[in-house]
């Protein structure tokens, strides 16, 4: 079965900690992305990756952090900088370049305490 | 300033009317638009591409519209169903190598 998954699906942490959310494709697409959305707000791009080892900050990259080792994985930390971690994490692929259809994994909400 | 803005944020229609959602955008030259569905706590899901040279667009009971006068899209779903319910995201490609820019979606509730 090709598909994104991510996981784990919710995730609790405590305030001050930093905390990576896990992204794995196996589409052998080489773009990805991190997305964060919250009631009312859409979909915010965090970062995006259109290659290994090479990465770009999206419209709220502040306070996040993430790395493209693997074609494969796209990595998000949230760390204690992000003023408001709590939210729903959306992790995405696309095929070749950053202007093709977009595939989505089913999130992880992530809930700071 | 660039905009793209999905005017309702939520709609509700009876079952077997059509439902028609909006996608109008400012400042942006889009080569095609995108629509997206998504239900709740889980990631969105393509559904039709336009271009911009494409007038509309159908899928089953589906029909896309794409005005470059307008600066809108309309995204139709003829005999909708209570299955239909969900948020509905339009999505367009700006110029340059960047990504997919979102709408926030409006909720489409279907009542039977």
């Known amino acids: 079965d090709g598909g994104i998954t991510q996981s784990p699906k919710y995730l609790f942490r405590k305030e001050g900690q930093n905390v990576t959310l896990s992204c794995e494709q196996n589409?052998?697409?080489?773009?990805m992305y991190w997305y964060r959305q919250d009631p009312g707000q859409g979909l915010r791009l965090i970062y995006y990756?259109?290659?290994?080892?090479?990465?770009q900050k999206g419209d709220i990259a502040e306070g996040y952090s993430v790395s493209r080792e693997k074609k494969e994985s796209f990595p998000l930390t949230v760390t204690s900088a992000q003023k408001n971690p709590t939210a729903f994490y959306l992790c995405?692929?696309?095929?070749?370049?950053?202007?093709?259809?977009?595939?989505f994994g089913p999130g992880t909400r992530l809930l700071v305490l | 300033s660039q905009k793209i803005e999905q005017n309702s944020e939520a709609l509700n229609i009876q079952e077997g009317k059509t439902a028609t959602l909006t996608c109008n955008y400012t400042?942006?030259?889009?080569?095609?638009l995108q629509w997206y569905r998504q239900d709740p706590g889980r990631g969105p899901v393509f559904l039709l591409l336009?271009?911009?040279?494409?007038k509309e667009k159908r899928k089953e009971r589906l029909k896309v519209t794409f005005d470059t006068t307008l600066k809108q899209s309309l995204f139709h779903i003829t005999a909708s169903q209570p299955a239909d319910s969900a948020t509905y995201l339009c999505?367009?490609?700006?110029?340059?190598?960047?990504?997919?820019?979102f709408g926030k979606g409006t909720r489409l509730s279907v009542i039977a």
């Open positions: 995405a692929s696309s095929r070749r370049t950053v202007q093709e259809t977009q595939y």
């Open positions: 589409l052998n697409h080489d773009a």
């Open positions: 990756s259109q290659i290994v080892n090479d990465f």
């Open positions: 400042n942006y030259s889009p080569a095609y």
């Open positions: 336009i271009r911009e040279n494409e």
């Open positions: 999505a367009l490609i700006n110029s340059g190598n960047t990504p997919l820019v």
